[in-house]
């Protein structure tokens, strides 16, 4: 498993931009698949995006496909997401999460997790 801290959250009006950071202890941080889900109130927690240790390969839902983008800094050991024209219903937890190969869109497949960084969008 690998250690993972989120940052960047917070408050933002409709159409406004956010990115979240996430920093991974270890040192095989290069070799993980990285993932964003999110959790609104009183809903499960849903995959956002997701991006494969090299980078090139990257897979989104379809409510964020064109609006966000997963990148990874593997020199960092940092993912982001970059949120842009963002909506009152991207509101929620964002949670940063790592695994050992390919990409899922299930929670279950994820062995590692970040605490969680609030972004919530005003409209």
């Known amino acids: 498993q690998v250690q993972l801290v989120e940052s960047g959250g917070g408050l933002v009006q409709a159409g406004g931009s956010l990115r979240l950071s996430c920093l991974a202890s270890g040192r095989t941080f290069s070799s993980y698949t990285m993932a964003w889900f999110r959790q609104a109130p009183g809903k499960e927690r849903e995959f956002v995006a997701a991006?494969?240790?090299?980078?090139?390969?990257?897979y989104y839902a379809d409510s964020v496909r064109g609006r966000f983008t997963i990148s990874r800094d593997n020199a960092k050991n940092t993912a982001y997401l970059q949120m842009n024209s963002l909506k009152p219903e991207d509101t929620a937890v964002y949670y940063c999460a790592a695994r050992s190969g390919d990409i899922y869109y299930s929670t279950r497949q994820y062995d590692s997790w970040g605490q969680g960084t609030q972004v919530t969008v005003s409209s």
């Open positions: 991006i494969r240790w090299s980078g090139r390969i990257t």
